[in-house]
């Protein structure tokens, strides 16, 4: 394995205590060199701004986006390693984000996500998001050369091309990822893909949290189609309410027919997550919000 550079890992979270300390622990078993440095950025609303240890504080502005820039602040190294705080790492991640080490003009290394195995119990929501890889950088990277881009639960950024583009926007809640990269590769900047550096998402395990997920990230996908026009065109809503009602009967009775309990599960959510994804897109995007605004209860 090649030598690696010094690498700056920052984590966002929002949470209370016992999360907190989980989310250490899931970190704990990173082999960092004396030269790496971890950082977790409590984005938490009310928590104001300042440092504990490896924690700092800093909820001026209530994104990951603000919170991710604020803790790139605190390093100097030449990589930054995103991560969110609710995947698992392997301790040699960041060895393996270099292997082999990145190309000249490379700024951007897509690491892996893997949506977690399903615990006893947990029920339909989590073995859909396991069976349909819901987090898998596929999903983000298949809209091709153009509007393909890494999502920041797991992904790495030469520091230089980072801050020269400004890094993330601050103020925007989804889609910061994607924003960051196309201005990335307009300033001529290229991706990489390590899927052998993976982690594993924790999935969500209700619909009302999947639900909102999805609303999040039409939410995201709205602002990037008016800053980047063609980058996710709207659906019709009416048509597509249609294609969902077919695509769940259809689904249903075959699942029925075969006793095949995953593809009912599938009939079911795959609409609900279309559905949520476009009504998603009627959320702003921008943080803060208005006071007072409709949205606030939805969009956090």
């Known amino acids: 394995m090649s030598e690696r550079d010094p690498v700056d890992v920052v984590v966002p979270f929002r949470g209370d205590r016992a999360a907190l300390e989980a989310l250490r622990k899931r970190l704990a078993v990173l082999a960092l060199e004396a030269t790496d440095t971890l950082t977790i950025v409590d984005n938490t609303p009310g928590r104001g701004a300042g440092a504990d240890g490896g924690v700092i504080r800093a909820s001026a502005i209530a994104t990951p986006a603000y919170a991710r820039n604020r803790g790139a602040e605190r390093g100097r190294a030449p990589w930054l390693l995103f991560v969110d705080s609710d995947v698992t790492p392997p301790a040699d991640l960041l060895d393996r984000y270099f292997d082999p080490l990145p190309g000249e003009r490379t700024a951007v290394l897509a690491g892996g996500v893997r949506d977690a195995r399903p615990r006893r119990g947990e029920g339909a929501v989590a073995r859909y998001a396991y069976l349909s890889r819901a987090m898998s950088q596929d999903n983000t990277l298949e809209y091709g050369p153009r509007w393909g881009f890494a999502k920041t639960a797991n992904a790495a950024f030469r520091r230089s091309a980072f801050e020269a583009v400004g890094g993330f926007r601050d103020s925007i809640r989804a889609g910061e990822d994607a924003d960051l990269t196309y201005r990335l590769r307009a300033a001529g900047w290229q991706l990489e893909r390590r899927e052998g550096a993976a982690v594993v998402h924790?999935?969500?395990?209700?619909?009302?949290?999947?639900?909102?997920?999805?609303?999040?990230?039409?939410?995201?996908?709205?602002?990037?189609?008016?800053?980047?026009?063609?980058?996710?065109?709207?659906?019709?809503?009416?048509?597509?309410?249609?294609?969902?009602?077919?695509?769940?009967?259809?689904?249903?009775?075959?699942?029925?027919?075969?006793?095949?309990?995953?593809?009912?599960?599938?009939?079911?959510?795959?609409?609900?997550?279309?559905?949520?994804?476009?009504?998603?897109?009627?959320?702003?995007?921008?943080?803060?919000?208005?006071?007072?605004?409709?949205?606030?209860?939805?969009?956090?």
């Open 202 to 300: 924790a999935s969500r395990t209700t619909l009302a949290g999947l639900a909102r997920q999805w609303l999040g990230f039409g939410s995201g996908g709205a602002w990037l189609d008016r800053r980047y026009p063609g980058s996710f065109p709207a659906r019709r809503l009416p048509g597509l309410a249609w294609w969902a009602l077919r695509f769940a009967a259809t689904g249903l009775l075959a699942a029925a027919r075969r006793g095949d309990r995953d593809a009912a599960h599938r009939a079911v959510l795959e609409p609900l997550e279309q559905l949520s994804y476009e009504l998603g897109r009627s959320i702003p995007n921008e943080r803060p919000l208005p006071r007072p605004s409709p949205w606030r209860i939805v969009a956090g």
